[in-house]
């Protein structure tokens, strides 16, 4: 009777943390789903020029059948490369294709209503609802059942989950087509995935399968990412070949390959376009690097006239900082991942823990997750080219792939002191910040972080 009673509280407690995990999901999704529709930029619902120029593919190949950008509804975007006299995206080309034939489905449902030529605005806010919004509400779902594995207390349950939903740069940047979100939340598939094979040993084809592609999706879209794949692929092949071999490298494939094939057909390449430094050699353009300083000497475009300013890019930009400055700030200046998001230093405290506790499979999620961190704070520093911080937005978006990881072991470092006051209280004004930076981003994703802005007109810094 005694295991029969425990077993149905046990029932109970599960079913009562699904139901505020739900509200939790819903709420999140109200509050994206609403600044969906609040958006407003220089150009429609467009935030910046670098979703400008996705969008400007979008339309150029599902309206006029071609990658080529010369001719939109809107201003050029600055980032833009010319090759044979025509201009492209310097965005990969793969994103925009899959944006446009859920564009070409909806005008052809709609009986051309929902167009751009109709009705724009809403044709982005549907667009960037189901390519952002859609695959959040999964991210949030998945974690949720990982956090019924991890037999917390109701106070951490509860704390990740409000960290995961309204704590990192993910809700804020899913009101604008960008391709780091998708990029995080194909990580968060694979990883869940993979966290079924490799810690609880399920063998079920449907968790190689959201590996694999979801793994491949991420490398495609976050190309550093790169590195995520090659790590679980030879994980897995070590571990459980022969599924590895038969499902989760073909699916894996698929999506790199869709890159190259797309890549071939917008430039005739697979090289991406933006890796060629003479197609930046046009008037006008932004990205022109005089050989002699290395530094940009390009002009830029007026969003709202169209017309060439004849102006060298000298904010974020162009900076080139010194190395120790640049880390600096990556992790706790301006554009800080502790700064801005502090809640990732219980994050890093649990992978902290795991590593020192004895080997378990948990303990190799957390070598891939501080090796990863570390490879990109490592390439971004000192083989990324300019050290600019991802350019005018908010957060280091280059590294937003990476935040499934960090949420991973958020419950791990939560349980360390959680019943300490002190504890709790210095936790809560971590999400508490966190959440600020978050919906101060909300204004437009592609501005400066409240630091960075801070900083600014006080005078600390100049860019």
């Known amino acids: 009777m005694n295991g029969l009673r425990d077993n149905l509280a046990s029932a109970k407690g ?13 709420l999140t999704t109200g509050i994206v789903l609403g600044l969906i529709f609040l958006a407003r930029g220089n150009t429609l619902p467009m935030h910046s020029v670098n979703d400008l120029s996705r969008w400007a593919t979008v339309y150029s190949l599902a309206e006029r059948g071609t990658y080529q950008i010369d001719t939109t509804p809107w201003p050029p975007s600055i980032d833009r490369v010319q090759i044979d006299g025509h201009s492209y995206s310097t965005k990969p080309p793969l994103l925009p294709t899959l944006l446009a034939a859920e564009y070409l489905l909806l005008k052809k449902l709609s009986l051309g209503h929902l167009s751009f030529q109709n009705s724009p605005e809403a044709v982005i806010r549907v667009i960037v609802a ?3 919004l859609l695959p ?19 106070w951490a349950h509860f704390f990740s989950m409000c960290s995961a939903a309204l704590g990192t740069y993910l809700t804020a940047f899913s009101i604008t087509l960008n391709n780091h979100t998708i ?3 194909s990580a968060s598939f694979s990883l869940y995935g993979l966290y079924r094979i490799w810690v609880l040993g399920e063998r079920k ?16 879209n976050e190309f550093p990412a790169i590195s995520f794949l090659v790590l679980i692929t030879a994980g897995l092949l070590w571990k459980v070949p022969v599924p590895t071999l038969r499902i989760f490298v073909p699916l894996a494939l698929l999506p790199v390959s869709a890159h190259f094939l797309t890549n071939y057909a917008a430039t005739g390449t697979l090289v991406p376009a933006y890796s060629d430094k003479s197609a930046y050699e046009f008037p006008g353009s932004y990205w022109k690097i005089d050989p002699q300083s290395g530094r940009l000497v390009g002009s ?8 060439v300013v004849l102006e060298n890019p000298t904010m974020i930009d162009n900076q080139y900082e010194p190395w120790p400055v640049y880390l600096f700030h990556m992790l706790i200046g301006h554009h800080g991942i502790i700064t801005l998001s502090p809640i990732f230093l219980l994050s890093f405290l649990g992978i902290f823990l795991c590593l020192r506790c004895p080997p378990t499979p948990k303990r190799v999620f957390a070598l891939m997750s501080l090796f990863l961190t570390s490879l990109m704070l490592v390439f971004y520093t000192f083989f990324a080219g300019q050290r600019n911080y991802g350019g005018m937005c908010n957060g280091l978006r280059w590294l937003f792939w990476l935040i499934p990881f960090w949420l991973f072991f958020l419950p791990t470092g939560l349980s360390e002191c959680e019943n300490q006051r002190w504890f709790r209280t210095a936790a809560l004004l971590c999400l508490l910040i966190s959440a600020a930076s978050v ?14 802005e801070w900083l600014f007109y006080e005078g600390w810094i100049k860019y």
């Open 14 to 26: 599960m079913s009562e943390r699904r139901q505020l995990d739900s509200l939790i999901i819903c």
């Open 130 to 132: 189901t390519v952002n």
């Open 136 to 154: 959040l509400v999964a991210f949030l779902f998945l974690y949720s059942r990982y956090l019924e594995d991890q037999n917390l207390s109701l």
């Open 183 to 185: 990029a995080a939340f």
């Open 205 to 220: 084809a449907i968790l190689f399968m959201l590996a694999g592609f979801f793994a491949g999706f991420t490398a495609v």
């Open 300 to 307: 830029r475009v007026d969003s709202l006239t169209g017309r």
């Open 439 to 452: 919906f101060y981003a909300t204004r437009n994703p592609w501005t400066r972080p409240w630091l960075h």
